[in-house]
């Protein structure tokens, strides 16, 4: 079946780099794009960018530009989300979701890893 | 950004009851809006997509409706598995969530 599995949990100082896995099975890799979504605590959902797994194109939300790179692995199926410089209001669970393309121009997401709790704290 | 308002924030219900969830879009967003449904420590599941088309696999108690700027999330007989929190989003060129609806029992 169709599956994303997130990397665990992190624990980062302030001003340090994080960088979270997704493993996709179940599909092809390359025919679908990754999404990166966030859940700050009481906070609602916030997309981060993604990743076209086929051609490697990226595009990511003005909120983090140049903070957030995410990249793949064809050989392995997996995606990579690193953000840096980190703040404790990045301390949110972070998943990983499968992008379904529509005419829109943008994705909604029929498949979400189990998130990964990265905490910002000294 | 379009912003997306989802009402009420908080609803209690019983099972068995009807149950209606409205997400408005501070801009036209055509037919271009998903529900999720998220329980607690669980990823978000898609519900619908595309205003109206049905996921694969969920009940078809769920339906939703609407275009432009208001859509609703309906729950014709809410079930004890429904006791989550529901969120809309919109992916017209972007993609933005609404605050979320959490379902209570009463």
């Known amino acids: 079946q169709v599956q994303v599995v997130q990397s665990g949990a992190e624990v980062k100082k302030p001003g340090a780099s994080v960088k979270v896995s997704c493993k996709a099975s179940?599909?092809?890799?390359?025919?679908?794009?990754i999404n990166w979504v966030r859940q700050a605590p009481g906070q609602r959902l916030e997309w981060v960018g993604w990743?076209?797994?086929?051609?490697?194109?990226?595009k990511y939300s003005e909120k983090f530009q140049g903070r957030v790179t995410i990249t793949r692995d064809t050989s392995a199926s997996t995606v990579y989300m690193e953000m840096s410089s980190l703040r404790s209001e990045d301390t949110a669970l972070y998943y990983c979701t499968r992008g379904i393309w529509e005419r829109s121009g943008w994705y909604y997401f029929d498949c979400w890893g189990q998130g990964t709790l990265v905490t910002v704290s000294s | 950004d379009i912003q997306m308002t989802q009402s009420p924030s908080t609803l209690s219900a019983s099972v068995g009851d009807r149950v209606t969830i409205t997400c408005r879009a501070s801009?036209?967003?055509?037919?271009?809006l998903a529900w999720y449904q998220q329980k607690p420590g669980k990823a978000p599941k898609l519900l619908i997509y595309?205003?109206?088309s049905l996921e694969s696999g969920v009940p078809s108690r769920f339906s939703g409706s609407g275009s432009g700027t208001e859509f609703t999330l309906t729950i014709s007989s809410l079930q004890p598995d429904d006791f989550a929190t529901y969120y809309c989003?919109?992916?017209?060129?972007?993609?933005?969530f609404g605050q979320g609806t959490k379902v209570e029992i009463k």
């Open positions: 990743i076209n797994a086929g051609d490697g194109k990226t």
């Open positions: 595309r205003a109206s």
């Open positions: 801009q036209s967003i055509s037919i271009w």
């Open positions: 989003q919109h992916y017209n060129t972007y993609s933005t």
């Open positions: 179940g599909y092809t890799f390359s025919g679908y794009a």
